[in-house]
């Protein structure tokens, strides 16, 4: 699993959708859209190899699909993934991404997706 981990957050935008679903439950695929700035097919295509490397999982509600942070997790990953949200914070994108986030509808509420 180290490889397959490490391979999987290699790349910004596999690495800010996992910092986003370490702070919010679970997030769909819009918002991930919305608070990255990709373009939707880019953002599913990396989200799928987050969930080929056991990182996160989906839950498809109709025609959405939300993400959250795999729960069975091994610890020496969560404290991986805690410490690296400590170092980048305050860091950009990672800033702007949670600041897109905090403004969302969707957060409200609301749901992003149309």
Not at 15 to 36: G, N, Q, S, W
Not at 40 to 46: G, T
Not at 69 to 81: C, I, Q, T
Request: net charge negative.
């Amino acid at each position: 699993m180290p490889t397959e981990l490490f391979a999987a957050l290699s790349h910004d935008t596999r690495l800010r959708c996992v910092l986003l679903l370490r702070t919010y439950e679970e997030l769909c695929v819009c918002d991930l859209t919305h608070a990255i700035g990709a373009a939707q097919p880019h953002m599913s295509r990396h989200l799928a190899q987050l969930r080929q490397a056991g990182l996160v999982f989906d839950r498809k509600d109709g025609l959405w699909v939300h993400y959250r942070v795999n729960p069975e997790l091994p610890a020496w990953v969560v404290a991986l993934l805690d410490e690296t949200a400590q170092g980048v914070a305050g860091l950009q994108p990672y800033e702007s991404d949670l600041a897109a986030l905090a403004q969302s509808s969707s957060q409200q509420g609301q749901t992003r997706c149309v």
